[in-house]
């Protein structure tokens, strides 16, 4: 591999039992990640609000699973958890990069928690305030069933 090229995802298994996302790279790297990490560091706008200031800090994931990984064109994948959240495009720099960096983005994460009081226990945790639209899916009211 030459040094401008990219790591490229050679495997993705999930292990639902552990809830882990393991990624192969072509450079011989193996990064196995907790779905709970990928989950509060999701790459969507909802987790990561369009700027930096807007991130936001998302608590009560300890049991987060993955029920399904869909591909994104050949650059990514789209992560579907038990909690419904599916808006989150991880491409192949992302999951690499959150690879590299886990622990130091594991530590960074119970860190903020701890200063905000929040748990990654969900009963320790508030629920999130529903989304505009109705039931928290982000469609419109009724949508889902609900009344």
């Given at each position: 591999m030459s040094a401008i090229e990219k790591p490229w995802p050679?495997?993705?298994?999930?292990?639902k039992v552990a809830r882990t996302l393991s990624v192969l790279f072509s450079d011989g790297k193996r990064f196995v990640l907790p779905a709970e990490l990928l989950?509060?560091?999701?790459?969507?706008?909802?987790?990561?609000g369009h700027s930096p200031s807007e991130k936001k800090l998302v608590s009560g994931r300890m049991h987060v699973g993955?029920?399904?990984v869909e591909p994104?064109?050949?650059?990514?994948?789209k992560l579907v958890f038990d909690d419904l959240h599916d808006s989150g495009i991880y491409s192949w720099d992302y999951l690499y990069a959150l690879g590299e960096q886990q622990d130091a983005i594991?530590?960074?994460?119970?860190a903020e928690l701890d200063s905000a009081g929040l748990s990654r226990d969900p009963a320790l945790s508030p629920a999130p305030a529903p989304k505009p639209g109705g039931c928290g899916s982000g469609k419109a009211a009724g949508s889902c069933g609900c009344s």
């Open positions: 050679e495997e993705i298994k999930v292990d989950r509060v560091e999701s790459p969507s706008a909802e987790v990561q993955i029920i399904g994104v064109g050949n650059y990514a994948v594991w530590a960074n994460y119970l």
